[in-house]
């Protein structure tokens, strides 16, 4: 009767547990819809693997719009830059093969090249802190036309652009270089190096290096909405096809194509002592490196860091290594949580590492939005203290908090995002009131009253709006964005 009992209870807790999770995935399949569509995303790719093991595995939408094909897994999406995690991984097992170590400076492996760039060290090549001169132009097109000795003489007659360690800024050239430490160190070319070692063990059996020139099977399309202006990234609304061309040396930098399905793998062979057999390597791998003066240095508010080839997000609560490409692929790896997402699309501009963090939210309720995630301390009592005692009273909430704590700050800009927070999840009232409470904490800032001004124009409130982009305006008579909102309504 025990045993009945006992295997009964056993079979409600699976179907809970079964029922718990087919939830979650509607509710992430519901969550990606919806995101394609704001987005206009024509095709996705979605992993989730969690404690070691694919969780969740999806598709959606179409590969190639102008053939009709539809996403499946074994589509094969360009990851871009994404490439530099790879080209990390390779680093560190050269490293534990005793073949280098990151803090030996170049100069020990290649011999040509200027007297100043002779100090740097493989870490700050991984993590973008060398210094050196890009050898790609503004327009990012890789100099010399595409040839590596061309290439390779101009940037080396190219001023550095800061000294080694003291800033963050993203550089092709570093990756070029390791291209070529790789290949000296393994004796074979880094492509090679890189399949044999890591795409093989791993059984990535659609990964390879590649290009738009290339015919690759069941290969995505590849789609975008921004053109470049003069070296500037514009979204000018329209979707048009996108064509990348990597030359064989340039391929440390960006140049593998994946599905989210194998880069399941390859993450879970990562972190589970298959490809880098010492923890201090993985560890090494992730550490958010520290410029010169202590500080980091990384591309955004979100990734704010970079590690050896991977960015970083650094943040008290739930930190996560995340390689970023192409403006259209992204996959985070939360160390602490024992959860990695994969995100692949084929449309640059959709920039999938700024919902990514949603996704997680669905495994760990506390990283949800709504919950307040990604706030500061003072920002999230604001939040919590918001959503208990209503919208409407923030302003009052606000000066109740104050009066208890004098300490108690809040910036501008922290609550001009959770404005556009609320908006982002259909809450224009409440979005609304924070607004406002904006424009009655920086009453002489330009950019609260232009806020405010699209948060009413959004709820129908017209003349409202315009005497508050009358005001931004007058704050600021460089405010296109408010001079265009006026010049339409007259």
């Excluded at 860091?305 to 790896?333: D, I, K, N, Q």
Aim: proline share 3%; hydrophobic share 40%.
């Amino acid at each position: 009767m025990k045993t009945s009992l006992k295997s009964f209870l056993v079979i409600i807790v699976l179907l809970i547990q079964n029922y718990t999770a087919q939830k979650r995935s509607d509710s992430i399949d519901a969550f990606i819809t919806h995101k394609m569509k704001e987005l206009k995303i024509p095709g996705l790719q979605l992993a989730v693997i969690r404690n070691e093991k694919i969780d969740h595995l999806s598709h959606y939408g179409l590969a190639n719009i102008e053939h009709g094909i539809a996403t499946k897994n074994n589509t094969v999406f360009s990851i871009n830059s994404m490439t530099k995690a790879f080209v990390g991984v390779a680093v560190m097992q050269l490293q534990e093969q005793g073949k280098l170590k990151t803090n030996d400076p170049i100069s020990k492996y290649i011999t040509d090249i200027p007297e100043n760039w002779k100090k740097i060290t493989i870490r700050q090549l991984l993590s973008n802190t060398s210094g050196l001169p890009n050898n790609i132009d503004e327009k990012e097109q890789v100099l010399g036309e595409g040839i590596e000795s061309k290439n390779w003489e101009i940037v080396k007659t190219l001023p550095m652009e800061f000294s080694p360690g003291e800033k963050f800024s993203y550089n092709q050239t570093g990756y070029f270089i390791l291209g070529k430490i790789i290949t000296q160190l393994s004796g074979e070319h880094f492509t090679k190096f890189i399949e044999e070692n890591q795409l093989k063990p791993c059984r990535m059996l659609v990964t390879r290096f590649g290009d738009s020139n290339d015919i690759i099977e069941n290969n995505a399309g590849s789609y975008s909405t921004l053109i470049n202006r003069d070296g500037q990234w514009v979204n000018d609304g329209k979707l048009h096809n996108a064509f990348a061309t990597f030359p064989l040396f340039f391929r440390t930098a960006t140049g593998i194509l994946s599905s989210a399905e194998d880069l399941s793998k390859w993450l879970i062979a990562l972190q589970s002592g298959k490809l880098l057999h010492d923890d201090k390597s993985i560890k090494e791998l992730f550490a958010t490196i520290k410029l010169n003066n202590g500080d980091i240095g990384g591309f955004n508010q979100l990734t704010n860091g970079y590690a050896l080839g991977w960015p970083t997000v650094v943040r008290s609560e739930h930190p996560a290594a995340a390689p970023v490409g192409g403006m259209r692929s992204a996959l985070f790896v939360y160390p602490q949580d024992h959860l990695s997402i994969v995100v692949l699309t084929n449309l640059q501009g959709s920039n999938p590492e700024w919902f990514i963090d949603e996704i997680a939210g669905y495994y760990i309720p506390d990283m949800k939005a709504e919950n307040g995630f990604g706030l500061s301390p003072n920002m999230k009592l604001l939040y919590h203290q918001t959503v208990a005692g209503g919208y409407q009273n923030v302003h009052m909430i606000y000066q109740k908090i104050k009066k208890s704590n004098e300490s108690f700050v809040v910036s501008e800009d922290e609550i001009n995002s959770w404005g556009y927070q609320l908006m982002g999840r259909n809450l224009k009232n409440e979005a609304l009131a924070v607004f406002k409470l904006n424009t009655l904490l920086f009453p002489k800032s330009a950019n609260v009253y232009d806020s405010y001004g699209e948060a009413l124009d959004g709820l129908g409130q017209k003349k409202e709006a315009v005497v508050n982009y009358k005001k931004s305006l007058i704050l600021n008579p460089g405010n296109t964005n408010a001079a265009n909102y006026l010049k339409d309504k007259k």
